[in-house]
C-alpha cells in the first residue's frame, strides 16, 4: 500500500470514529418512553439525568448510603470501590475491593454488588475472591479488612457472587453467575456445575435455593419479603423471574415475571441489576436503560438511557435514582 492510500485509509478510519463519537455524544442522555397513564404518577415529566463521574472501566453495584449522603459503586475491573458526594465528587473508597490474591489476574475481579446489612455494615460480592465479605471497618473510616460470611456451598468454591437482597429477618440472598472468572462458564477454576441463586441466614448457613438459572444477576424483594425477583442476563433467555418466599426462606413457585427476548434483539443491554420500592414499582436494568413495572409484571415504561446500563440504587426518600452505565455514573431526579 502506497503512503497516500495509507493516509486516505487512516483518515477514513477517523473520520468514521469522530462521527460514531458524536453521535453519542450529541444524543439525548435520557429520554423517557411512557407505557402506560401511571408511569407519569412515578417518573416525572420533567425528570433530569446528569453524570456525576465518568471515566471507569466498567460500573457496577450501587448503593445509597443516607447517613452519610455518598453514594457508593464498583468498578469491577479496576478492583475499586468509589464513593461520591455532592460536596466532593469521586473519591476513591475502597482499595482493593474484590480480589486480595497476590497473582496477577484478568477478568472481573473487583467487587460488584454491594449492600448494607441490618446492623448498617458494608455487605461486599467479591468477584475476584469468589466471596461474599463484609467489610470490617466503620462506613466513614473504610479499610480493606474482611470478614468472609460465604465462600463456597458444600465444599465447592462460588464462581462471582453479582448482587444481593436483604431480608427484614437478617437473612442475605445472592446470585452467583460465572461472570468473574476470566472464561466464564468455560473456566477451568469453575467448580459447581450450575448457577446458583444462595441464602446466608443469619445463623450463617448456607443454602441453595435454585440452580436451573442459567444467568442469575440483579436481585431484590417485594415489599413484604413475600416474593423475589431475579433477572437472567442470558441472551438466549431474557427473562426476569419471579419466586414466592416459604415460611422456611425458601423459593417456591417459580414462575416468568417478564419475557424481554424481543425488546433485546432491538436495544443493547440484558436483564441486570434492580431495586423495588417501597409501593412495589420495580426499576430494572435492561435492554436500552431502566424498564420500569408494576408489582405484576406490566411494564408501565421505559427511562431509556444512551448508554449500556448496568444497575441503580435508590436515595432514601426515592426520589432519586442512581445509576451505573457503562464508564460513568449518572443521577436521576425522578
Not at 286 to 297: A, E, I, M, S
Not at 309 to 333: C, F, G, M, P, Q
Request: glycine fraction near 8%; include cysteine.
Amino acid at each position: 500500500m502506497t503512503d497516500i492510500k495509507k493516509l486516505f485509509v487512516c483518515c477514513a478510519v477517523f473520520s468514521l470514529v469522530y462521527v460514531q463519537s458524536y453521535a453519542q455524544s450529541t444524543k439525548p442522555l435520557m429520554t423517557l418512553e411512557p407505557l402506560d397513564p401511571k408511569f407519569n404518577t412515578i417518573v416525572s415529566k420533567n425528570a433530569k439525568a446528569q453524570i456525576l463521574s465518568e471515566g471507569f472501566l466498567w460500573s457496577e453495584g450501587p448503593v445509597w448510603v443516607d447517613k452519610y449522603k455518598m453514594f457508593l459503586f464498583s468498578d469491577v475491573k479496576k478492583n475499586v470501590i468509589y464513593k461520591w458526594t455532592k460536596e466532593k465528587g469521586k473519591q476513591v473508597y475502597l482499595s482493593p475491593s474484590g480480589y486480595t490474591g497476590k497473582t496477577p489476574r484478568g477478568g472481573e475481579l473487583g467487587s460488584n454488588g454491594l449492600g448494607l446489612n441490618i446492623r448498617g455494615q458494608l455487605v461486599i460480592c467479591q468477584d475476584g475472591d469468589r466471596v461474599v465479605s463484609i467489610m470490617d471497618a466503620p462506613l466513614d473510616h473504610p479499610k480493606p479488612k474482611f470478614i468472609k460470611i460465604a465462600a463456597g456451598y458444600k465444599g465447592k468454591k462460588f464462581d462471582s457472587p453479582n448482587d444481593l437482597a436483604f431480608a427484614k429477618n437478617g437473612d442475605i440472598y445472592f446470585t452467583d453467575p460465572p461472570y468473574g472468572l476470566e472464561k466464564n462458564a468455560k473456566d477451568p477454576l469453575k467448580e459447581a456445575p450450575y448457577q446458583g441463586v444462595y441464602k446466608i441466614s443469619k445463623t450463617g448457613k448456607i443454602t441453595l435455593l435454585v440452580d436451573t438459572l442459567t444467568r442469575p444477576n440483579g436481585i431484590a424483594f417485594f415489599p413484604g419479603d413475600k416474593t423475589i425477583l431475579i433477572s437472567n442476563s442470558d441472551s438466549t433467555k431474557v427473562y426476569w423471574y419471579v419466586y414466592d418466599i416459604d415460611q422456611n426462606g425458601n423459593f417456591t413457585h417459580g414462575r416468568i415475571f417478564y419475557n424481554a427476548n424481543a425488546a433485546s434483539k432491538k436495544a443493547i443491554g440484558m436483564p441486570d441489576g434492580l431495586k423495588i420500592t417501597r409501593q412495589g414499582i420495580v426499576f430494572a436494568a435492561g435492554p436500552g436503560g431502566l424498564w420500569v413495572f408494576d408489582k405484576k409484571g406490566k411494564v408501565l415504561g421505559r427511562i431509556r438511557i444512551n448508554d449500556l446500563t448496568s444497575n441503580l440504587s435508590l436515595s432514601a426518600d426515592e426520589k432519586e435514582l442512581y445509576v451505573t452505565s457503562n464508564h460513568r455514573v449518572l443521577k436521576i431526579d425522578i
